[in-house]
């Protein structure tokens, strides 16, 4: 079964610090991996994808992700947190080419202290 | 251009009665997607919507239905409704369908059933 696992519930971090959330997955054939962002009473904002091609993938908001296929990984990254960032996180798979359904992780809260 | 919008945001509802939600997609976007939130399950898929056909479908009674018009907007139907459905429903539309073209989705609708 295809899954995507967040295995952090909370990331703490000082402003200026780089970031990093994790995420991990499980899917048969090519993963289609996303990351989103929620902040307190608004839906989900897209931040990046990974289809093919380079590992290294940016996106809003100063962030980036890479792709680690023998891993199985797919971390969010940013090399200077800001305050504004502090939210809720999400990385998603989707099943297959020709549909939009997403399969999301648990969430990560990401706190990032002044 | 206007996101995706949908309304009410907010809803009381008592167990036993049935709701409504609507889902307006962005001008031109043909693939809506609902999901359901809640602290417990975390995302989960609920429906798929293209051309108003549906495409996919999650693991939901039978008491959660929807549908799409012509022009694009999506509606969901949730009868009888029991305390658990008190969530946070999410729609989302994109372009087409595929990983290629971003969901971007909604405020949400919160639902509290007492």
């Known amino acids: 079964a295809q899954s995507v696992a967040q295995p952090e519930d909370q990331v703490n971090v000082a402003e200026g610090n780089p970031l990093t959330v994790k995420c991990t997955y499980s899917v048969s054939g090519n993963p289609y991996l996303f990351w989103y962002v929620q902040y307190p009473n608004r839906g989900l904002q897209f931040l990046l994808k990974y289809i093919t091609g380079d590992n290294l993938v940016k996106g809003s908001y100063g962030f980036e992700a890479e792709f680690n296929k023998s891993q199985t990984s797919f971390h969010l990254k940013k090399p200077s947190a800001l305050v504004s960032d502090s939210a809720l996180y999400f990385c998603?798979?989707?099943?297959?080419?020709?549909?939009?359904?997403?399969?999301f992780g648990t969430g990560t809260r990401l706190q990032v202290f002044p | 251009k206007a996101g995706v919008t949908q309304t009410p945001r907010y809803l009381i509802k008592t167990r036993g009665q049935q709701v409504t939600l609507s889902c307006s997609p962005i001008s031109g976007h043909r693939s809506v997607s609902w999901y359901q939130q809640t602290p417990g399950q975390g995302l989960q898929f609920l429906f798929e919507?293209?051309?108003?056909?549906?495409?996919n479908k999650g693991n939901f009674p039978g008491r959660f239905s929807g549908r799409q018009f012509s022009n694009s907007r999506s509606e969901m139907n949730v009868s009888t409704l029991e305390l658990g459905d008190s969530a946070l429903y999410l729609c989302?539309?994109?372009?087409?369908?595929?990983?290629?073209?971003?969901?971007?989705f909604g405020p949400g609708t919160r639902l509290t059933v007492t």
């Open positions: 989302a539309s994109s372009l087409g369908q595929g990983p290629n073209y971003e969901q971007y």
């Open positions: 919507y293209f051309s108003e056909t549906q495409r």
């Open positions: 998603a798979v989707r099943l297959a080419y020709n549909t939009d359904k997403l399969i």
